[in-house]
């Protein structure tokens, strides 16, 4: 498995009771993770016991940390350099559950460079092998590269498991290479579907679960062999071209909600290519993501949490 992350970052976590826009606020906590969807779905992997193998296209400043502080992890991580500055996100949680997620650009790649890495990621790829490919690309890159990632990924025969944002996702959608999975939030799924492009919030409302299973359908009608649909604390959706299905949302200690998707994600995957039934392995995926919610690195999950939260998943 080959968890491909071309837009790397530093999520720091700024913790504190109530967020006053305008005013000098003294928080309670900091941390910092290196993070990129990609790397916070490997973690997912890891809760899952598996060993995927990461590669980052990776801006010189700021990677030495980055990348010692995911091997003591226990990540196999490699990188691809460019120059820059690894970007970072802001992450503001507030007592009552309240998120702010600020996200930085990157640093600029161009298009060789560009080509460089999807050449270097895509090198040694077995048919069959699941590759994630999860998150935003760094300025530079356009939306049509993802078409050509996809098609790179294609042609080797691997399974692309794809989770990036309305404005790239519709360039993998027009063929003729595929991905085999794709896992958009609701809001995501709702506005490549609409063409939209609203911003994304972090809550969800009573018909969240309703309407990411109409998404998930919307989707999948576009020729995608797997599509989930995530709806936060609501549940998720799946469709297949076996079935379809939905899991309502577990309750949870929320400590850090970012990154549980991407958590989902590595989950899901992790038992895919483990030989479990899709239906078996999505359950499994919310485990994992129930599980990360509860701490406070983005995707990262205790391996015991997620058999506890896959035994109240499977009761219910």
């Given amino acids: 498995m080959l968890a491909i992350c071309p837009n790397p970052t530093i999520d720091r976590l700024v913790i504190l009771d109530t967020l006053t826009p305008g005013t000098v606020e003294r928080v309670r906590q900091n941390r910092a993770y290196p993070a990129g969807k990609s790397v916070s779905a490997a973690r997912g992997c890891l809760a899952n016991g598996a060993a995927p193998r990461v590669h980052v296209l990776l801006p010189a400043t700021g990677s030495n940390w980055y990348l010692d502080t995911l091997r003591a992890e226990g990540m196999d ?25 600020l996200n ?38 356009g939306p049509e590269a993802l078409a050509g990632l996809v098609a790179a990924i294609a042609a080797t025969g691997a399974r692309l498991a794809l989770d990036t944002g309305p404005a790239w996702m519709p360039l993998a959608l027009r063929g003729p290479a595929l991905p085999a999975l ?3 939030n609701l809001a995501e799924a709702e ?24 998404a998930a359908a919307g989707l999948h009608e576009r ?20 079935g379809a299905g939905v899991l309502p949302g577990q309750k949870v200690n929320v400590r850090n909600p970012i990154g549980a998707g991407d958590a989902f994600l590595g989950g899901l995957v992790s038992r895919l290519e483990a030989g479990f039934d899709f239906a078996e392995a999505a359950g499994w995926g919310m485990a994992t993501s129930c599980a990360a919610i509860e701490q406070w690195s983005p ?8 058999a506890h939260f896959h035994d109240l998943i499977t009761a219910s």
């Avoid at 999807?118 to 760094?138: D, E, H, K, N």
């Avoid at 020729?223 to 076996?242: F, K, M, N, P, Y």
């Avoid at 995707?299 to 997620?306: L, M, N, P, T």
């Fill in 77 to 101: 991580v490699t990188s691809h350099a460019c120059s820059g500055t690894v970007r970072e996100s802001i992450i503001v949680l507030e007592d009552d559950g309240r998120v702010t997620v």
């Fill in 104 to 141: 930085g650009p990157g640093a600029p790649v161009s298009v060789a460079r560009w080509d460089d890495f999807v050449q270097a990621s895509t090198a040694g790829l077995r048919p069959g092998v699941w590759v994630i490919c999860s998150g935003s690309f760094p300025p530079g890159v």
């Fill in 182 to 184: 794709i896992t958009p």
């Fill in 191 to 214: 506005a490549i579907l609409t063409g939209g492009t609203a911003p994304e919030v972090t809550g969800v409302g009573d018909d969240a679960l309703a309407r990411a299973a109409g």
């Fill in 223 to 242: 020729g995608i062999d797997a599509v989930v649909v995530t709806a936060g604390s609501a549940g998720l959706a799946w469709v297949t071209r076996e």
């Fill in 299 to 306: 995707g990262g999950a205790a391996a015991k949490r997620v």
